[in-house]
């Protein structure tokens, strides 16, 4: 089964920065699209940014110009480099990857969270 690892939350001043990682293990596996999420007390799940295999991105507007999300392929992990971070993207964030995984006698999708790492941004 693919399991998804994240680290590299915590707490930061407003205007500061973070950078979150996540990395996939678990047989044989591709990873199609990999994308961050955030879930805030009171606030339903929002995505936060995603990659394709083909490295199209896309954000959320009140991340725009701030948040990078990138991928290493070779490292099968994700990450997600937060600038001029402010109180409000103080959230959990969850990593989530989709794609195929193989059991040796057939393929099938899956799509895969991880266990989220908060993000605290207050002064």
């Known amino acids: 089964q693919v399991q998804l690892v994240e680290s590299g939350g915590g707490l930061v001043q407003p205007g500061g920065s973070l950078r979150l990682s996540c990395i996939a293990s678990?047989?044989?596996?591709?990873?199609?699209?990999m994308a961050w999420y955030r879930h805030a007390p009171g606030n339903q799940r929002e995505l936060v940014a995603r990659?394709?295999?083909?490295?199209?991105?896309n954000y959320a507007d009140s991340v725009k110009g701030r948040f990078t999300i990138s991928r290493d392929n070779a490292k099968k992990t994700v990450y997600l480099q937060m600038n001029s971070l402010k109180p409000e993207d103080t959230a959990v964030y969850y990593c989530?990857?989709?794609?195929?995984?193989?059991?040796?006698?057939?393929?099938?999708?899956?799509?895969?969270w991880g266990q989220g790492t908060q993000v605290t941004v207050s002064s």
């Open positions: 678990g047989g044989q596996f591709s990873l199609n699209v």
């Open positions: 990659i394709t295999s083909g490295d199209m991105t």
């Open positions: 989530n990857a989709e794609g195929l995984y193989s059991t040796g006698r057939d393929v099938n999708k899956y799509s895969k």
